[in-house]
T-cell receptor
Framework: AQRVTQPEKLLSVFKGAPVELKCNYS??????LFWYVQYSRQRLQLLLR??SRESIKGFTADLNKGETSFHLKKPFAQEEDSAMYYC???????????FGTGTKLQVIP | AAGVIQSPRHLIKEKRETATLKCYPI?????VYWYQQGPGQDPQFLIS???????DKGSIPDRFSAQQFSDYHSELNMSSLELGDSALYFC??????????FGPGTRLTVL
């Protein structure tokens, strides 16, 4: 079974402060990990995936297989980063994407 | 706690047939989102409804239509099915807290 855990429902940080959104996963094989962002009442948008190792809007995430984590980080939070963030996992083949419960990031001006 | 319910869980259809997928949101949730996840692909947003009105539209084919009913459940109607429509269709619901809660999905196989 695959599982994604986001322990924080709400994370409030001041503008310019570092951000780390935590994500832990459970999967027996080699998963693909993703981060999605949802701005208020809008669709989910793919933010980044671990296999591309790219930085989007200043966010990065490193897959740590030893700790089964895929934390999302940004060195300096901006007000426009305020949104819901979902960590997601996809196992191999035809397995569906499993989403975490989401973390609401609130950047305080 | 009640979760998002989707029915059926599995559906097998033949080309050119019609399918209807149903999504029952968590009670008191007013927004429903539909996503399509093809084999080995990322979920693609199809369409969403807020208070029974379409609120956003994504890559939904013209052969598909959807609506949200007065009890807030939603149905995705798919006509003239093609092999490429085989996918996992899942919906999510939310209230004004914005957190989306995802259903288990309906796996559609078109033969």
């Amino acid at each position: 079974a695959q599982r994604v855990t986001q322990p924080e429902k709400l994370l409030s940080v001041f503008k310019g402060a570092p951000v780390e959104l935590k994500c832990n996963y459970s999967y027996s094989g080699s998963p693909e990990l993703f981060w999605y962002v949802q701005y208020s009442r809008q669709r989910l948008q793919l933010l980044l995936r671990h296999i591309s190792r790219e930085s989007i809007k200043g966010f990065t995430a490193d897959l740590n297989k030893g700790e089964t984590s895929f934390h999302l980080k940004k060195p300096f939070a901006q007000e426009e980063d305020s949104a819901m963030y979902y960590c997601a996992l996809r196992g191999g083949g035809y397995q569906k994407v499993t989403f975490g419960t989401g973390t609401k990031l609130q950047v305080i001006p | 706690a009640a979760g998002v319910i989707q029915s059926p869980r599995h559906l097998i259809k033949e080309k050119r047939e019609t399918a209807t997928l149903k999504c029952y949101p968590i009670p008191r949730h007013d927004t429903v989102y539909w996503y399509q996840q093809g084999p080995g692909q990322d979920p693609q947003f199809l369409i969403s409804f807020y208070e029974k009105m379409q609120s956003d539209k994504g890559s939904i084919p013209d052969r598909f239509s959807a609506q949200q009913f007065s009890d807030y459940h939603s149905e995705l109607n798919m006509s003239s099915l093609e092999l490429g429509d085989s996918a996992l269709y899942f919906c999510a619901s939310s209230s004004n807290t914005d957190t989306q809660y995802f259903g288990p999905g309906t796996r559609l196989t078109v033969l």
